[in-house]
C-alpha cells in the first residue's frame, strides 16, 4: 500500500504540473489572472455568479483527470486483473468530480477578496505570476483534495470495481 501511496503521489505530482500548465495556459487566454475574478455567467435570482476561476479549475481537472487515469491504470494500479477501461474510467472520474466540487470551494475561499480565507495581500496578488492568488489557491486546493483522491479511488476504483470484475469473469 505504501508503495502504491507513492506511486499515486507521483502520478498526482505530473498531474499537478499537467493541470497547473492548463491553469496558466487558459488564464493566458483570459489576459492573465487579474481576469480571473471576471464574471462568466451570472446565476439568475440570484445574487451569485460563475467566474473565470471556476471555469480554469474546471478545465484544468478535466484534462489532468485523463491525465492522471491512464497513468494510474497502467503503473501505480497496473497488478490484478483489470476491468475493462471504461469500467474502472467512470468511477475515477466520479471520485475525482466530488473532490473538484469540493476543490470549487477551497478555490473560491481562497480567492474571493471577500472570503475571510482568501489569501491576503501584500504577499498575494494577481500583479506577478509566482505571488498569484489564482495559482497558490489551485495548488493548495489540489494538495488537500489529493489524500481523499487516493484512498477512495485504492478502496473503489481499483479494487472493488476490479474485484467485481473478476468475480464476474470466473
Known sequence: MLRQF????????????????VTVILNKLNGGTVNAQRVLISLPGTPYNIRYTTFVWIGAFCVAVVFNFVLNRYWTFRHG?????????????AVGSVAAVVG????????????PLVLPEPYWHENAGLQSREYWSQLITIV??????????????????RDRHSAKSA
Open 6 to 21: 507513492v506511486k499515486f503521489g507521483l502520478v498526482g505530482g505530473a498531474g499537478v504540473v499537467v493541470n497547473m500548465i
Open 144 to 161: 488537500v483534495t489529493m489524500p481523499i483522491n487516493f484512498i477512495v479511488n485504492k478502496l473503489w476504483t481499483f479494487t472493488s470495481v
Open 81 to 93: 486483473d483489470k476491468a475493462p477501461f471504461w469500467h474502472e474510467f467512470w468511477p475515477f472520474v
Open 104 to 115: 470549487i470551494f477551497i478555490k473560491i475561499a481562497l480567492t474571493n477578496p471577500i472570503s
